[in-house]
């Protein structure tokens, strides 16, 4: 079954406004990341989370990790137009080698 | 520094034919992964190569196949090409594998006419 399930699978929000994404996953992992994509485009790494961090900041990002809920959150704030993308987790559950993917939450931020 | 490159961006085969795809990854990184990202279907792993082997594949078929340079570049080749191929084909690379972030490349868009 599919690891790294994102929610919403799509989300809409005005320029300012912060954007929270969410994903969960089913079996134990060792670290979570989470990916842009624009357009069909290539994949932005954008932060990764060990299992033994609870939360992560990389500039306008947030990401948390519950490991005992099998979840994650990505919190952009202050939202720009430039981040309108789509957002995928990936878990390394596959093993440490392949990266799982959800489908994606597709963010629109409009200005 | 540059990041992974891949070539060609756009191809266009026809069923039956095969396509080879290409990838370089970061300097200094050893392992290069391939994923599949088709139209309703996501994300999905295709193959591993790490140090020239190819150390683990994803769920597809045989006719996916490729290789690793002794610089650790990259190629994918998928023969006898079929219409559910076309995708975007990812490479990804990383210093190390096990438990270091991989990098996207920006992709080779196929199309199986």
């Known amino acids: 079954s599919q690891q790294g399930e994102e929610d919403p699978q799509a989300l809409s929000i005005q320029e300012g406004e912060n954007a929270t994404m969410n994903c969960s996953y089913k079996?134990?992992?060792?670290?979570l990341q989470w990916y842009r994509q624009n357009s069909g485009r290539g994949l932005v790494h954008l932060i990764l989370?060990?299992?033994?961090?609870r939360e992560k900041h990389s500039g306008r990002l947030r990401v948390t990790l519950d490991t005992s809920k099998k979840s994650s959150s990505l919190l952009i704030t202050a939202s720009r137009a430039a981040d309108t993308a789509s957002y995928f987790c990936a878990t390394d559950a596959g093993g440490s080698e392949k990266l799982v993917f959800g489908k994606g939450t597709k963010l629109t931020v409009n200005p | 520094e540059a990041g992974v490159t891949q070539s060609p961006t756009h191809l266009i085969k026809t069923r039956g034919q095969q396509a080879t795809l290409r990838c370089s990854p970061i300097?200094?990184?050893?392992?290069v992964y391939w994923y599949q990202q088709a139209l309703g279907l996501g994300l999905q792993f295709l193959l591993w190569?790490?140090?020239?082997?190819?150390?683990n594949r994803g769920n597809f078929p045989p006719r996916f196949s490729g290789r690793q340079f002794p610089n650790y570049s990259s190629e994918l080749n998928v023969n006898a090409l079929e219409l559910e191929d076309s995708a975007l084909y990812l490479c990804?690379?990383?210093?190390?594998?096990?438990?270091?972030?991989?990098?996207f490349g920006p992709g080779t868009r196929l199309t199986v006419l």
């Open positions: 300097s200094g990184h050893t392992s």
């Open positions: 190569y790490d140090e020239g082997e190819e150390r």
């Open positions: 079996t134990s992992i060792n670290n």
């Open positions: 990804a690379s990383s210093l190390d594998w096990g438990t270091d972030t991989q990098y």
């Open positions: 989370i060990r299992s033994n961090e």
